[in-house]
């Protein structure tokens, strides 16, 4: 009986450690599966080359003209008002009823021409905000119209009270989240992880302390036979295992494989910047930016839906914000410094394309209708913006093969389409369907 019980001794104290090893693994698991609560930030495509609105004067409810007025509103004057709260700017909640649509017009495409007319309103509304100069719009009088359709949309809406952030100033942020939020959900789920793992190393080494104490019981006892003081004071020679050719062979291959596989993979990101992350001369960060305050991409960066290039903001429109926003800030004394010496800030470029390579911005965003985050990954979560795609050859041209082409409404695209349907059945129309993948297309 006493050998039986010494021999299902190790069994037994095994068989529990992997129990709580599969219970921890379990609980891992589900923490993996939860959702990520990353805050999603600013959702680009909204381009301020929107669908043309009612004409200039003319009173409209139609909802393609709300829509583009929601696209051109955000793009451009969210950054410095709200509908029911004051932000940088006045709300413009029932702004048509305060002011005539001749009179909007005007002053949004030029509000220091306004004021400098002596308007009553205009001088006013200039002296209320500390004499803070409106950025002018080239915007068209029917694209404007469609800005005060859709805040009329907005104003017709009940009006939703504004909790007041608890700290910083209007349009710095502040809020925090809820109890009972997504967010303090996997908190509380991490730390019960945490405890989790804490009870199972004790567990472990209680196990461990009753293992050794139980052998010392047992080796004080007069009634063991030969196989039970074996078993008893058996141990493991770790010099056997180290000096076995076997395991010397698999290290020395698993070692060589490694060295090869680094050095192909050296080989193969000569000249790739993916992960490129360098300091700025700014601590700008976007996660604050386009992330929490949902500042559209195109306000900043004015170009990204109307040129081949992307421009970097110029000092100028930070200052639309921040002549009002953080004027204490170091980092924004940074700006202050630059535009009094009358010098660009030195920004470091993150992402570049080799000269060999023609790309156009606006083909892919205007014309393709791409988001900012296909290409530059989830810049709305970036304190520091990284370069997330690998931009190479093999990445864009994958691309091209798996993305349809929006040919609808589009007579160029019509024939094409027939015959790329007759000669391929259900296969999508994509980009290397229309010769996307063609050396010329990139390279002339």
């Known amino acids: ?17 992997l129990s709580f090893a599969a219970l921890d693994r379990a609980s891992a698991q589900d923490v993996g599966a939860a959702p990520d609560v990353s805050k999603e930030g600013v959702a680009p495509g909204a381009t301020a080359a929107a669908a043309p609105a009612a004409a200039a004067g003319a009173t409209t409810g139609d ?18 008002h709200a509908v029911n709260e004051k932000v940088v700017g006045p709300a413009l909640r029932d702004i048509s009823k305060r002011r005539s649509l001749a009179w909007l017009i005007p002053w949004i495409k030029n509000s220091s021409k306004v ?11 200039f002296n209320e905000y500390q004499k803070q100069q409106m950025p002018s719009f080239q915007l068209s009088d029917a694209e404007i119209t469609s800005i005060v359709s859709y805040l009329d949309a907005e104003s017709a809406k009940p009006a939703v009270a504004v909790t007041p952030p608890t700290g910083g100033k209007p349009g710095e942020g502040g809020e925090t989240a809820a109890p009972g939020t997504e967010a303090g959900a996997a ?22 302390i009753i293992a050794n104490i139980m052998k010392d019981v047992l080796r004080g006892r007069k009634d063991l036979d030969g196989r039970d003081v074996e078993m008893l004071e058996q141990r493991t020679d770790w010099t056997q295992l180290y000096k076995s050719k076997v395991v010397r062979g698999l290290a020395v291959g698993i070692f060589v494989l490694a060295v090869l596989y680094e050095s192909v993979q ?18 700008f960060s976007h996660k604050l930016h386009a992330g929490e305050h949902q500042i559209n991409c195109a306000y900043c960066h004015t170009s990204v839906y ?22 204490e800030s170091p980092e924004i004394k940074k700006i202050y410094r630059a535009i009094q010496k009358n010098q660009p800030i ?54 091209h093969r798996e993305t349809p082409l929006n040919t609808k409404g589009n007579g160029y695209y019509d024939k094409l389409v027939q015959l790329h349907d007759k000669a391929n059945g259900a296969v999508p129309f994509t980009v290397s369907s229309n010769g996307g993948t063609e050396c010329s297309k990139c390279h002339y």
């Open 1 to 17: 009986m006493t050998s039986i019980r010494l021999r299902t001794l190790p069994h037994f104290l095994l068989a529990l450690f």
């Open 63 to 80: 909802a393609a003209a709300i829509a583009a007025g929601d696209a051109l509103f955000k793009g451009n004057c969210a950054q410095c």
């Open 115 to 125: 004021v400098a007319s002596g308007d009553e309103y205009a001088v006013k509304i």
């Open 187 to 208: 908190k509380y789920v991490d730390i019960l992880l945490i405890v989790l793992v804490v009870v199972l190393i004790v567990l472990v080494v209680t196990l461990v």
């Open 266 to 283: 050296g080989v193969m990101a000569v000249g790739l910047q993916q992960g490129y992350q360098p300091t700025q001369p700014i601590a």
């Open 306 to 327: 109307k040129s081949k290039s992307a421009n970097i903001p110029s000092a100028n429109i930070c200052m639309n914000c921040h002549s009002q926003i953080k004027t």
């Open 346 to 399: 030195q920004w470091v470029r993150i992402h570049n394309l080799p000269d060999l390579a023609y790309f156009n911005h606006s083909q892919h965003t205007q014309v393709g209708g791409l988001e900012c985050q296909t290409c530059h990954g989830p810049i709305q979560n970036m304190e520091v913006v990284y370069q997330y795609s690998a931009l190479t050859m093999g990445w864009c041209i994958n691309c």
